[in-house]
């Protein structure tokens, strides 16, 4: 992975095999933390690798139903009333739960205690989060960059989303991409969901402009995107050419 690549998208099945002896962790259990501001609580409750449980995100409910094998968590999450669903993973660390929300593409990232727990102790530990450089909260989110192209000669025409994630903590996100094309006798679209966490890139601010490094077989590059600037939900990116680019909040 490069600079140049990154910019332009810009079963518990082992637990433990002792003679006669299955030992399994309980993840049973209240889990809070916070997303945008809002507090999230999950509870959990079951054994072996089944699980389920309950989401409440401040203003909603859902149900869940949860696999946990080898520390990792997969399942489904189902809101009470409007009866949607979207994709649940996370890993166990000690008492602490990196949970991700997965729903028409866009992943949310949440960070859990379990209650009862001392805080902070075993928070996963990332190069990101290890380093002390500055990052402006204002880019925190998913920011997605619109193109739109119109061919003169039969009315086609093409329209290209692509979108990225700052995390809090200078990781950046894949947030998938979507391409609609069109013209007087055909139509079309295609869409990717994301990849998530982009291996080995982060982000940070530092005089009002927006850096990315990328690091990879030991080689780092760090990049200036260029100046950043605001106006309601867009954010305009100018690259020391004087180009200009549009991120539109989502």
């Not at 309980?26 to 945008?36: A, I, K, M, R, V």
């Not at 089944?50 to 949860?66: C, F, H, I, K, P």
């Not at 009333?81 to 979207?86: C, D, E, I, M, R």
Request: hydrophobic share 30%; with cysteine; glycine share 14%.
């Amino acid at each position: 992975m490069t600079i140049r690549s990154a910019a332009q998208w810009l079963p518990l099945f082992f637990l433990c095999l002792l003679p006669g002896i299955l030992l399994a962790q309980d993840y049973s259990g209240q889990y809070t933390g916070s997303l945008n501001g809002d507090a999230v609580t999950l509870s959990l409750k079951g054994s072996g690798a089944n699980y389920t449980g309950e989401l409440y995100d401040g203003s909603n409910r859902y149900t869940v139903q949860a696999n946990i094998l080898d520390k990792k968590l997969n399942g489904t999450c189902t809101e009470v009333n409007l009866g949607f669903s979207f994709g649940l993973a996370g890993v166990f660390q000690g008492n602490t739960l990196n949970l991700q929300l997965s729903l028409l593409g866009i992943t949310q990232e949440i960070l859990l205690q379990k209650n009862g727990t001392q805080t902070g102790v075993q928070k996963p530990t990332t190069q990101a989060s290890a380093d002390r450089k500055q990052r402006d909260p204002a880019l925190v989110g998913k920011w997605t960059r619109q193109e739109n192209y119109n061919s003169g000669y039969g009315g086609g025409s093409m329209s290209n989303e692509s979108s990225l994630v700052f995390h809090a903590d200078g990781r950046v996100a894949d947030g998938g991409s979507r391409t609609v094309v069109g013209g007087s006798d055909y139509s079309g679209s295609s869409s990717s969901g994301g990849n998530g966490i982009v291996a080995g890139l982060t982000w940070h601010t530092e005089n009002q402009q927006l850096y990315l490094t990328a690091t990879e077989n030991g080689q780092t590059q760090i990049q200036c995107l260029g100046k950043y600037g605001f106006h309601e939900n867009v954010m305009m990116i100018t690259a020391q050419d004087g180009t200009k680019v549009l991120f539109y909040r989502n």
